[in-house]
């Protein structure tokens, strides 16, 4: 990274749902230097989460998420609040960081750094660029509960299948996502966390 603008460079990213078929994957742009919890509001509009439950960024032996205060100081991870995404490349070197959303349905998200734009203007930004496989929807029970789930819906004569259909959304399918929706939810962060022009 030496010799690169930071406040000028934007990173392509590929977010894979780990544990879950079918696939479940996003490609996004962001910047830099966006911070990790803004990340964080990214990746949930990205997949269609509903933020809800606790979240961290892990790469090379360190997390970073939101203090919590019952934890001891040495237990604490790195404020995610005060730390950007440039801080994870340059202190650990990844080029893969896993994003944990939910700590008891355990959604681990791999996210692939796949490639660097260096003096690129990055208003307007973060953005999805692609998107396959719909969310599992919240609390299902992390991978092993969403694939009985979907083992469930999918089989009429299944015993859970009335249950299962009451607790899915309106005409479920894991294969169809609606990323024009999911653009629009990207499009207005990017927008509310454009910098306010000085008079």
């Known amino acids: 990274m030496r010799g690169m603008s930071i406040a000028r460079?934007?990173?392509?990213?590929?977010?894979?749902?780990d544990?879950?078929?079918?696939?479940?994957?996003?490609?996004?742009?962001?910047?830099?230097?966006?911070?990790?919890?803004?990340?964080?509001?990214?990746?949930?509009?990205?997949?269609?989460?509903?933020?809800?439950?606790?979240?961290?960024?892990?790469?090379?032996?360190?997390?970073?998420?939101?203090?919590?205060?019952?934890?001891?100081?040495?237990?604490?991870?790195?404020?995610?609040?005060?730390?950007?995404l440039y801080d994870i490349v340059r202190d650990t070197g990844a080029k893969t960081i896993r994003y944990l959303y939910d700590f008891g349905d355990d959604w681990q998200h791999v996210i692939k750094l796949e490639r660097w734009f260096e003096n690129t203007d990055t208003a307007g930004m973060p953005f999805l660029l692609e998107a396959s496989g719909r969310c599992p929807p919240e609390d299902i029970g992390g991978p092993g509960g969403y694939a009985a789930?979907?083992?469930?819906?999918?089989?009429?004569?299944?015993?859970?299948?009335?249950?299962?259909?009451?607790?899915?959304?309106?005409?479920?399918?894991?294969a169809t996502v609606n990323q024009a929706d999911l653009e629009r939810q990207i499009d207005a962060l990017a927008q509310k966390w454009q910098p306010r022009s000085r008079k």
């Open 9 to 17: 460079t934007a990173v392509r990213l590929k977010v894979t749902l």
């Open 19 to 84: 544990r879950v078929e079918p696939e479940v994957m996003r490609r996004l742009v962001v910047p830099l230097t966006i911070r990790l919890d803004r990340l964080h509001l990214t990746l949930q509009a990205a997949f269609g989460w509903t933020n809800t439950h606790l979240y961290a960024f892990t790469a090379g032996g360190i997390d970073w998420s939101i203090p919590d205060p019952h934890f001891p100081a040495g237990e604490q991870p790195v404020d995610a609040r005060k730390a950007r």
């Open 149 to 174: 789930f979907l083992a469930a819906i999918a089989d009429a004569s299944h015993p859970g299948h009335a249950d299962a259909l009451q607790w899915a959304p309106t005409d479920f399918d894991p």
